[in-house]
């Protein structure tokens, strides 16, 4: 049978309908690719937020053409947002790709693969609009025990920077009772943690005229029994409402971390972003958080080097960051994209003064970060045990987990030998910016989640899979 791997760039989103990728291409019978093998074909699930992800997708591409010059039954896919924005051109730019499909229409992969190898040609197609919800297509989750459940598609913003609704559309929800069943299924296959996923997912319910929808949902979510943690990304400002805080804060499993985008501490930036909100109206959303979830810890987006950010508005955005005492900070610097308000804008930044100020602001969140977590030294925290990726040093037996709050923790395991899945509770003793380090386990629970993950390891564990989707970048002899 025929192999595949996935590289995926960009958001949760992407993430997600990678796994549907893998599940479709499994259900039209190939298997996943092994460690140190060549895959049969090579699907790339795009982004188009950031120049960056274009150059990577070229790059390797190119990487790829000698492997499809010597093997023309190796195919290769591209899809996602860059191919929603690019269609054709990919296929200019790079004649020996097979396939190219869009946002709306990752259900046609499979046909497009055989017709492509069957007719020697390349194929494009590109729908212009969702036809059928993403939800109802086979998934192969990246994980035994957390899933991400989408809550809706597309986003009806126009922020100045963003081309993304233009490649997803108008947002469109689906049912709280198609949501609650797909989280039901979840629970009884194993499944103790869920992230509620939306292009501006605090928006659901616009669809059908309920504003304080995604509060029900959350409530919703608390009644189900065996569901340990929901989590939910990402929000926005405009539409964050005090009956979120007060379902977030009375959900027993809704954990108390908050990633909300706030992009500038400008108000002028803000309003050149179509951003519709100010800073004064973030804070105010932060303040009622922490009031309602002490414990709470909350991570943003920002970007820097918006064409006329001037001095003062970047200061601006220093303070606010200060204010704020952000846990994490994803910080970019603006990236012009064609088909934008923003890329024709006039004042564009300079890079050298755009890379100044990210890492000027990247230092100043890091310290931020480090102290923010510093408070947690000699602290109990509960982990759910996600194993040891990012970690190099096995034999030690450590192991990593995220606690309520989302922080990424290594803690050491080889007494305990705790599963990944399962939820320990552990004692803090360093912290750093990125991370931190814990003892070993005060008190293990063995969940569903572990059993779950103990199931797929006994399954696949001799087989040598890659845990969940492979990656090109794992493939070492590609």
């Not at 760039?9 to 549907?20: I, P």
């Not at 952000?326 to 003064?353: H, L, W």
């Not at 803690?411 to 003892?439: M, Q, T, W, Y």
């Amino acid at each position: 049978m025929p192999t595949f791997v996935v590289e995926t760039y960009g958001c949760q989103m992407n993430v997600h309908d990678s796994e549907r990728i893998s599940g479709l291409l499994l259900d039209a019978g190939y298997t996943q690719a092994l460690a140190d093998t060549q895959p049969d074909l090579v699907v790339f699930n795009t982004c188009a937020v950031r120049e960056n992800a274009d150059n990577k997708l070229y790059g390797n591409l190119s990487f790829l053409a000698p492997r499809k010059k010597s093997d023309p039954n190796f195919q290769i896919a591209v899809g996602g947002c860059m191919a929603q924005k690019d269609q054709d051109a990919i296929i200019k730019r790079a004649p020996y790709v097979d396939v190219v499909f869009g946002t709306h229409n990752i259900g046609s992969l499979p046909v497009l693969l055989e017709r492509a190898r069957v007719e020697e040609q390349s194929q494009v197609e590109i729908k212009e609009s969702l036809e059928h919800f993403p939800s109802t297509l086979p998934v192969k989750r990246d994980s035994a025990f957390s899933a991400w459940v989408s809550v809706s598609v597309g986003c009806n913003n126009t922020c100045t920077f963003c081309i993304v609704p233009a490649l997803r559309g108008i947002e469109k929800d689906r049912t709280m009772a198609e949501i609650m069943r797909e989280v039901r299924a979840l629970v009884d296959q194993g499944v103790i943690e869920i992230t509620l996923l939306g292009q501006n997912v605090n928006a659901y319910g616009v669809d059908f005229g309920d504003r304080q929808a995604f509060a029900k949902l959350l409530r919703e979510c608390g009644k189900v029994e065996g569901l340990e943690r929901v989590r939910f990304m990402s929000p926005h400002p405009r539409d964050f409402t005090d009956d979120v805080i007060e379902a977030m804060a009375q959900t027993k499993n809704v954990m108390p971390h908050l990633h909300m985008p706030l992009q500038s501490g400008s108000n002028q930036i803000l309003q050149a972003m179509r951003r519709s909100y100010r800073r004064e109206r973030y804070l105010g959303i932060l303040e009622k958080v922490r009031s309602a979830m002490p414990e709470a810890a909350i991570t943003t987006d920002i970007i820097v080097g918006f064409p006329g950010e001037s001095d003062e508005d970047f200061e601006q955005t220093i303070d606010l960051v200060k204010q704020a005492r952000f846990s994490a900070a994803y910080t970019f610097q603006y990236s012009k994209r064609p088909g934008t308000p923003a890329a024709t804008m006039p004042n564009q930044i300079p890079d050298d003064v755009m890379a100044q100020r990210y890492n000027q602001l990247h230092k100043i969140q890091q310290e931020i970060s480090k102290s923010e977590n510093e408070r947690l030294i000699g602290k109990t925290v509960e982990l759910l045990i996600s194993g040891h990726e990012g970690r190099h040093d096995l034999d030690l037996n450590r192991m990593n987990g995220r606690s309520a709050d989302f922080r990424l923790t290594h803690f050491d395991n080889s007494v305990a030998k705790a599963r990944p899945g399962d939820l320990v509770k552990v004692e803090v003793v360093e912290a750093f910016a990125n991370h931190i380090v814990a003892g070993q386990p005060i008190s293990v629970v063995q969940t569903r989640g572990g059993d779950a993950h103990a199931r797929w390891v006994a399954d696949n564990g001799d087989k040598k899979i890659l845990l969940g989707i492979p990656t090109l970048a794992s493939l070492k002899s590609l």
